[in-house]
């Protein structure tokens, strides 16, 4: 079975630049989450969806970051525009939550972003 | 409201010796434990679980954790380690029927040959 596949894995861009990163979770899974890892601020969630409607943002830096999730089988995190403090590797995750949630979250390979 | 701590930031280890990562969280409920381990390059999978029932919990590769609710700690053991398991790992909560997954700051486990 494919898992959460995440693209690019490596993304090179300037300071100003619109970058977009894409999520495909594993299919059957409800709910979406995007994380930010960094060595100074370890794993934060940034946003979670679940059955495609944005549910708690709370994490997300400011407004420069966005997120869509279209469909059950797609979603972006878009920053716009990028400055080098958001350089960091981005992961999204899957899982199927309902009622007694056991939490186990299936990560993607993530997506490594700098900014110059 | 939770937290989880996972003192030591790396553990140098040689290889077929034991080896235990520790993880302490605070919560004032009931809570749901994991470890993640994250090989480099990639995302985070799964090590193992607690959920409820017995309180020693095995996982893949060798790997188990004791969930130890007087002392609030999970901690992650294994009694031969391989150059393989050269990783970081993640101690993580959520409260029950939460879907927020809070992580430790990971531990970086490095085996010597």
């Known amino acids: 079975d494919a898992g959460v596949i995440q693209s690019p894995r490596h993304e090179v861009t300037e300071m100003g630049q619109e970058v977009t990163l894409r999520c495909k979770p594993i299919?059957?899974?409800?709910?979406l989450f995007w994380y930010r890892q960094t060595m100074m601020r370890g794993l934060e969630l940034l946003i979670y969806?679940?059955?495609?409607?944005?549910?708690?943002d709370s994490g997300m830096p400011e407004d420069r970051f966005s997120a869509k999730m279209p469909n059950a089988s797609f979603s972006t995190l878009k920053i716009q525009p990028s400055e080098p403090r958001d350089s960091a590797v981005y992961f999204c995750?899957?899982?199927?939550?309902?009622?007694?949630?056991?939490?186990?979250?299936?990560f993607g390979e993530g997506s490594r972003l700098t900014v110059l | 409201a939770q937290s989880v701590t996972q003192l030591d930031s790396q553990v140098p280890v040689f290889e077929e010796a034991p080896v235990e990562l520790r993880c302490n969280y605070s919560?004032?409920?009931?809570?749901?434990l994991f470890w993640y381990v994250q090989y480099p390059n990639q995302g985070l999978q799964l090590l193992l679980k607690?959920?409820?029932?017995?309180?020693l919990v095995k996982g893949i590769n060798g790997f188990e954790a004791e969930f130890n609710k007087s002392q609030t700690s999970f901690h992650l053991r294994k009694p031969s380690v391989h150059i393989s398991d050269t990783a970081e790992y993640f101690c993580?909560?959520?409260?029950?029927?939460?879907?927020?997954?809070?992580f430790g700051s990971g531990t970086r486990l490095l085996v010597r040959p």
């Open positions: 995750a899957s899982s199927f939550v309902r009622t007694g949630n056991t939490g186990e979250l299936f």
């Open positions: 299919s059957g899974h409800n709910s």
């Open positions: 969806f679940n059955n495609n409607v944005p549910i708690d």
């Open positions: 919560s004032s409920v009931s809570v749901y």
């Open positions: 607690y959920l409820s029932g017995s309180t």
């Open positions: 993580a909560v959520t409260m029950d029927s939460s879907y927020k997954l809070i």
